[in-house]
């Protein structure tokens, strides 16, 4: 497996890629990578002759009080774990790269970004929009994979890709969870074991609504307080948003419609800022 470190050494590659034909499938990540991601590659690697993860730790998605400084950076164990989960090429280019000196262009999504984490991270889609987009660029997918664990980040970039005429297949793989159902997220590491253990009433949450519409219960409202509800009983956990919305545009939906409503909760454990949904 081959590592690359700069973007016209990246491009360069996969155009002999396309040249012969070759379909590219890209994993874009920050690193940290767990089984959640691995199952992205494997998805990938599945549906595509090369594929490239990329790892970079992306400044532009961090307002200035998240962890950016703090988030876990072990490229080594990273590369050894893509190369075992089908990886043929792992991008990883320093800050300079992607975001030269004098850099000044941003992309914007402007409605689906809008709501749920856009309330209480309002610049966090820029980022992860614009070097998305640079991505594609420089890599030239024919497909990328993204997980269903960040619904809202892969309603935006859907958005962005039809917006902006991107020739990339978003393929979704499925949220990934421990055996106790806490759903995997490289965040995870900073939870201690109690914290750990009151931040699976997100979990709960999600799922008893799921069970709510298997019993006949549509109605978000309803559906909505007893998650919130879940959620309150624990002494730790302080609810950010639970809402009920459609799983393309990200606005409010009244009732659900199966398979296209999506539940989304963030709630800080702690100091942790944690996310999760589920699909109704
Ligand atoms: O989901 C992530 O890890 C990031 O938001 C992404 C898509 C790699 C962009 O930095």
């Not at 689906?112 to 309330?119: F, H, I």
């Not at 420089?138 to 980040?153: E, H, N, S, T």
């Amino acid at each position: 497996m081959q590592i690359i470190r700069s973007v016209p050494e990246m491009q360069a590659l996969a155009e002999a890629l396309r040249a012969q034909g070759q379909l590219i499938g890209l994993v874009p990540t920050m690193g940290a990578l767990h089984d959640g991601h691995l199952t992205l590659i494997r998805a990938a690697a599945e549906r595509a002759d090369a594929v490239v993860v990329t790892i970079f730790v992306n400044p532009a998605q961090f307002a200035p009080s998240e962890d950016f400084n703090k988030y876990p950076r072990e490229l080594e164990n990273d590369v050894a774990k893509c190369e075992a989960a089908g990886a043929d090429y792992v991008f990883a280019p320093p800050n300079e790269e992607i975001y030269p000196k004098g850099y000044s262009t941003y992309i914007t999504e402007e409605h689906v970004a809008k709501p749920l984490e856009g309330v209480s991270r309002p610049s966090h889609f820029r980022g992860v929009t614009t070097v998305v987009a640079k991505l594609f660029n420089i890599c030239r997918p024919d497909l990328a994979v993204f997980g269903q664990k960040d619904a809202q980040q892969v309603a935006v970039i859907r958005k962005m890709v039809a917006d902006l005429n991107f020739t990339v297949d978003i393929v979704v793989a499925p949220t990934l969870r421990e055996p106790d159902g806490l759903a995997m997220s490289s965040r995870n590491r900073y939870l201690s074991a109690t914290q750990r253990v009151e931040a699976l009433a997100i979990h709960r949450a999600l799922y008893k609504a799921r069970d709510m519409v298997a019993a006949g219960e549509i109605r978000s409202d309803r559906l909505v307080a007893e998650a919130t509800h879940i959620l309150s009983q624990q002494r730790r956990i302080r609810v950010i948003y639970v809402s009920l919305v459609n799983r393309s545009t990200m606005e409010p939906a009244r009732e659900v419609i199966p398979g296209e409503t999506v539940m989304a909760i963030a709630a800080w454990m702690d100091e942790v800022r944690l996310i999760d949904n589920i699909v109704l």
